[in-house]
């Protein structure tokens, strides 16, 4: 994940990392410490106590915050992710993802000006895991068209 943020996105385009609750935090946490970039994170449900806080950390106005996650589905967590940071004065406008599960997720985000970088697609998963016989034909034909029909499902709606 860090040799995606060097490679397309640049250290130079981002003041703070972000990891999407909760399997996105210790991805985050890794890119922010290997790269020497301040994290923040946020909090799914308002915290009830102290300042009341959805966003922990230090985030100025203008902030570029680059959003880790562990996967995308339909991109809905990162979207609404997003607006959160938006809405404190943060710029959202770069995600780093693990695994697209292929079900509509990059071009949701996109329509909200977040751009996915992703390590792999399912499908290459699948095919990879195929190649070297860890899943057989069968079970691979039959991943290979569920992919597809969720695809095309997302696309639909």
């Known amino acids: 994940m860090t040799r995606i943020v060097l490679n397309e996105i640049g250290t130079g385009k981002i003041d703070k990392i972000l990891g999407v609750p909760t399997a996105g935090v ?5 890119v922010s410490q290997k790269l020497g970039i301040p994290l923040i ?3 799914q ?4 106590h102290g300042v009341r806080k959805k966003v922990e950390g230090i985030l100025d106005r203008n902030d570029r915050v680059l959003v880790i996650d562990d996967l995308i589905t339909t991109g809905e967590s990162v979207i609404e992710t997003a607006e ?9 406008n770069e995600l780093v993802v693990l ?3 292929e ?3 990059q071009q949701r985000l996109r329509s909200s000006r977040i751009e996915p970088h992703v390590l792999f697609k399912i499908s290459d998963a699948m095919a990879w895991l ?5 899943i057989d034909d069968k079970i691979y034909e039959i ?13 639909i709606s």
């Open 26 to 30: 210790p991805f985050a946490t890794v």
């Open 41 to 43: 994170y946020y909090r």
């Open 45 to 48: 449900a308002r915290k009830e």
């Open 84 to 92: 959160v940071i938006r809405d404190q004065g943060g710029v959202v």
């Open 99 to 101: 695994l697209d599960r």
């Open 103 to 105: 079900q509509g997720g």
């Open 130 to 134: 195929h190649k070297v016989g860890l």
């Open 143 to 155: 991943l290979i068209k569920y992919i597809e029909e969720e695809s095309q499902t997302a696309a």
